[in-house]
């Protein structure tokens, strides 16, 4: 069996692992950047880290004892993917600066031409291209006349020099709120523009003691323990709460939330404008201990009148008052619905991707697509993602998907697809569910919406999507 992996980040670095495990050497990473670690590798901005604990944000199968931080830099977690992908022999599988433009399934197999030609056929493809990778700018008019430098946060320039500056950032989510404290000291002003509140828990993160990583280097025992704890801890906690299996747990994230505000910003106009009309975990957790303390110092400044224009010299907002910039940060997130684009997927029988999920992304158990045989996504539609652990998804599904390479055979491979019946009842369970989610009871428009206005998100618990993915049941799909 020949198999196709797109991207080197986190997902495909666990997918070329799990292939090497079970026996499979013909296979190709295809990664369009130069280096591996997909959003860490791209995200670099200031105060980038995890709001995952670290002994969590790792691979079940490469512990690391000696993390920094209770919630790891970006880079370091950066480092940790380099080191992972060359311990278990992955670099002679993965083509860099390479980047799949078109998959066309000719009954045999799924030829592959790429950005240097063709690639020829591969008996499967596996999707790695992570959720959050294609960058989201504001439709804002003049956005172009800006004179001074302006860029996305995950396109921050390797020599971007901010000091002195006068420096905007656009949106409040948790990128901004990690730039934000992590450039004051270096800035003249800067000013962030606040279109809606956001929850924000607070997380005071810490070295990590020199003894206990001794400690977890003596004992692996004592690590896997609290992979496993942090695991439950967070999948119990908050990721039961936001689908409406804890209200208890929900509960007390919201009286965190609310106490972080209250005891740490004592001005109360500036407390109104950041205190939130919507339930907490409505939108995606935002955490930090640093952010109230930094939107409040003297070179800080809150916006929260709406944006009418930008113009050569800065920020025009709808009370008439040019804000004069430097720098304008576009912190404004990125598009979870991209999926697959721009690369054009042509599956049986002309099968257009793009145009099966012109409306809705749907798949059975987010990992297949009726009429796309043997094409697999880590990451796929209403995936758990969000406040969850990405990897911990990823290697779910990844062993889902071995299990369905299982079935096919490795020898003359045969060909695999979810059932067309099967897939729309799985989406129509999901839609039913979903209702029950705050994402949709807590009152707040987020970027769980799909263009069609359902929100795609996994609305079950954690527990649920890991016995749901432990194994195939054949039934499900058809095998030619």
Not at 47 to 58: I, M, N, Q, T
Not at 110 to 125: H, K, L, N, P, Y
Request: hydrophobic residues 40%; negative net charge; glycine residues 10%.
């Amino acid at each position: 069996m020949r198999i196709a992996v797109i991207g080197a980040g986190a997902s495909g670095i666990a997918a070329g692992v799990n292939l090497l495990n079970a026996g499979y050497r013909d296979f190709e990473i295809f990664e369009k950047a130069e280096d591996v670690g997909g959003t860490w590798r791209d995200n670099v901005y200031p105060g980038v880290a995890c709001d995952v604990p670290s002994h969590l944000y790792r691979f079940s199968f490469a512990p690391k004892a000696d993390w920094t931080m209770e919630y790891a830099p970006g880079a370091e977690i950066h480092s940790y993917m380099s080191q992972v992908a060359a311990d278990k022999g992955l670099a002679s599988h993965i083509h860099f600066g390479v980047e799949i433009l078109r998959l066309e399934f000719d009954g045999a197999g799924w030829i592959v031409t790429t950005s240097r030609g063709g690639e020829g056929r591969f008996d499967a493809v596996i999707s790695a291209m992570g959720v959050l990778h294609k960058e989201v700018y504001p439709d804002i008019p003049g956005r172009d006349t800006f004179v001074g430098q302006s860029f996305h946060s995950s396109k921050w320039p390797v020599k971007a020099s901010l000091d002195g500056k006068r420096v905007a950032i656009i949106g409040t989510g948790s990128t901004a709120v990690q730039i934000l404290p992590a450039i004051l000291d270096q800035v003249k002003s800067a000013a962030m523009f606040m279109r809606t509140p956001q929850w924000v828990f607070p997380l005071v993160n810490k070295p990590i003691p020199e003894e206990k990583k001794a400690a977890f280097t003596r004992e692996p025992k004592r690590l896997s323990n609290l992979y496993a704890f942090l695991g439950e801890r967070l999948n119990r906690g908050l990721a039961a709460s936001v689908v409406g299996l804890n209200e208890e747990g929900l509960r007390e994230i919201r009286e965190a939330c609310e106490r972080n505000l209250q005891e740490n910003v004592a001005d109360l106009e500036l407390r109104e404008k950041l205190t939130p009309d919507y339930q907490v975990g409505c939108k995606r957790l935002v955490v930090s201990s640093a952010f109230y303390p930094a939107i409040q110092r003297e070179n800080a400044e809150l916006i929260t009148d709406g944006i009418a224009a930008i113009e050569p010299t800065g920020i025009r907002t709808e009370d008439g008052r040019l804000h004069a910039f430097d720098v304008i940060v576009y912190a404004t997130g990125f598009d979870p619905f991209n999926f697959h684009r721009p690369m054009k997927i042509i599956g049986r029988d002309g099968l257009d991707l793009d145009e099966v999920w012109s409306e809705s992304a749907q798949a059975l158990r987010s990992v297949m697509a009726p009429g796309f045989p043997n094409l697999f996504f880590i990451g796929g539609p209403n995936s758990p993602i969000g406040n969850f652990s990405f990897l911990l998804t990823a290697e779910t599904q990844i062993g889902y998907i071995m299990g369905l390479l299982a079935e096919i055979g490795r020898e003359s491979p045969g060909k695999i697809e979810p059932r067309a019946d099967v897939t729309e009842a799985y989406n129509r369970a999901i839609e039913v569910s979903i209702k029950n989610t705050i994402w949709v009871t807590g009152g707040c428009n987020s970027w769980y919406f799909d263009p069609s206005g359902k929100v795609a998100s996994w609305p079950w618990s954690y527990e649920r999507f890991e016995a749901d993915l432990r194994k195939p049941d054949k039934s499900e799909y058809i095998l030619s």
